[in-house]
């Protein structure tokens, strides 16, 4: 008859049983305690790792060696175990005498007497310290942004999902989640290589760890996406002063191998909610991102429920254009600009149109979101050059001389180099010139954070021969060096600035100083909105070089432009100029 397990272990003790015990204490660390947690024996092992000596042991409890790693929950749930009868197994860290933190690998035996009653504890362990700092190791760097040495995406949904619950257990403790990207980085990346953009990336992350608290969380989300998650940060300054300082850090120009390089940014921000999830919070702080890109960027905004409803119709609108992108619903419509010295329309501005299925024919102002759209921007370029060589051709066919055409760039189109150059092919294989078109950027653009990119491609835009436009001029207070750093030709004043003219002297005096202002550094004007014979009259006596408005023509397709520009338009306004049907 075989023997049974317990007939084996007393054979091989009672045969050898100094053998067994020491490979009992070479192998592991042993205590044992009375019922009441007081250590009445240890091996050698226990007292080599822990530093103690036998005597400072004994009589002592295990709360001699307790690190302070575990809550208190964790021993309440490994006593309940042993009280009851029940073996615990669990990883423990120890802090032995010379302050020197271990871990063991740890199982809790109780020990009864011949009446079954536990008499006390028997805890073998074994050394794991290597093995836990290897796993701490390889949590952190699955945490970590290896660049930056911030938080990665992982890391952050931890921090952020940690902060909520913080804030559950102390509500009035204020907490914002902070997310922005850094507008110019892949300009950086594409003039000055990947280097650069890897110099800007860990330059703003040391900036970044600088200005919040060492307990507040910095996190590099992918690519130039960055996230802060903010509290303690708030007991040492309020929160505008932080945005400010936060915009000021974000816009510091880099120096990356002797040249100095520029981004800026702008910030969503949401309060940390305690009932909220993680991923409403995202989605929050990206609506109020998108919210201070629209406004122009280099600002922050904070989410509310407005703009949650606009996140949803934004959402809406830009479904229905990649529709409309497909479907071939955009077309391009073209208002005639008046030389008020000439008599002529020598100049047109493109202006997009929307043949939307359920709204009708939308101005660009109805659907400014998909212009800040970067993707969507992206499938309309190659549409849009098509429509201008179709317009050209028609133009080139039917007219001996086309009037310049004035081109609206955003700040994606700007730095959208293909699209740029995809139009300038366009415009070389019809034949015509750089020189015909005019390239007009807004104020709000240059206000929003002059990229050296930005700046850059200004520059080469005119060297090639385009005619440079500085729209909404005197709307965004730009300083009067963009007049002299900038090669423009021409500045367009706001139609918000003209209405009031016949009866308001100041609106006059406004609109004739900065005419004066634009003549003195020799560039033209032209001012639109123009509505009524009064206006022109009022605008050709203050020295206004054109006009353009729904007094002249209301926007319209190309083959009703050809109608306009055939005939002559009488400089005192009489006569009937067509419409758009």
Known sequence: MPFKHDDRLRALTHKDSDFWA??????????????????TYVNDRFCEISRYSREELLGATHRIVNSGYHDAAFFRQMYRTIRAGGIWRGNICNRAKDGTLYWVGTTIMPKHNALGAIEGYVATRFEITELMNVRDRLKSLAATDPLTGLFNRGGFNSVLQAAVERKAQDIARDAFL?????????QINDIHGHHAGDVVLKVMARRLLD???PEDAACRLGGDEFALIISHTLDRMPLPALLERLLSVLETPVEVGGTMV????SVGITPIAALECAETLQKSADVALYAAKRAGGNQARMFDIALHQQSIERAQILADARRGVEEDQFELYYQPILNLRTGQCDQMEALLRWHHPQRGLLAADSFRDVFLDAALARMMSPQLVRVFRDDMRLWASNLDACPSLAINLSRLDLLNVSFQNELE?????????AAN???EISESVLSAGRSDRMLERLHELAAQGFQLALDDFGQAMLPLEILRSIPFSMVKISRTLVAGIEHSQQARAVIAHLCGLAHAYGLDVTVGGVEREEQMAILREIGVDRIQGFYISAPISAGNLLVVLEKHIPDTGQGEIPQDA
Not at 22 to 39: C, F, K, Y
């Open 437 to 439: 078109y005019v390239l």
């Open 262 to 265: 520029s981004v800026s940014g």
């Open 211 to 213: 200005l919040i608290h």
């Open 178 to 186: 902070m997310m922005f990207d850094l507008d110019g980085f892949k």
């Open 425 to 433: 092919i366009e415009i070389r294989r019809q034949g015509g010139k």
């Open 22 to 39: 020491d490979v009992v204490d070479n192998v592991l660390i042993v205590a044992i305690t009375d019922v009441r947690g007081i250590i």
